[in-house]
């Protein structure tokens, strides 16, 4: 593959699954296609906002963030129920679906994301948090855990 940050996730991912095809691998193919569907889904919805482009490489990461999250939350319900094979099943999709993610921020990279975009937009308490969060949203889609961020944005508000 090329430079990944020029070609289009969707892309990306369409290749990926022919590449998955070839080589006859089960999980990673039902979990592309799996990421396919809701792209499509998503792009459904957008076009009957009028937006017939269908959905943007930053909601498609928005999207990946919250199947990896579903996918870590059926993983422990498997483990807690004594699934073991089953919960092995959900954190190697959440493997094939991190493969399309940016490499996500660590605490230090998240406190210095907040503490500039806090001063960039002049928050000082939290009636700007929302305000604070929407730009994290926006410039980090995908690098960053939002409920990590959100308690060091109501830690640097609250100070």
């Known amino acids: ?17 022919k590449t998955a095809m070839r080589e006859k691998d089960p999980v990673r193919l039902s979990t592309l296609r799996l990421m396919s569907a809701a792209i499509k889904d998503r792009d459904i919805a957008a076009r009957a906002q009028d937006r017939c482009g269908g959905i943007d490489d930053a909601e498609i990461l928005s999207l990946l963030t919250k199947m990896v999250k579903q996918r870590q939350e059926a993983a422990s319900t498997y483990e807690d129920n004594n699934r073991p094979e089953l919960a092995e099943r959900e954190r190697e999709e959440i493997e094939v679906v991190r493969d399309f993610m940016p490499t996500q921020m660590d605490a230090s990279q998240i406190e210095t994301a907040v503490a500039k975009i806090v001063e960039t937009t002049g928050a000082t308490c939290l009636k700007d948090m929302g305000k604070v969060m929407g730009q994290l949203k926006g410039q980090y889609a995908g690098q960053i855990d939002m409920g990590k961020a959100g308690a060091v944005v109501k830690r640097h508000l609250c100070s």
């Open 1 to 17: 593959m090329s430079d990944t940050k020029t070609v289009p996730l969707r892309d990306r991912i369409a290749s990926a699954t």
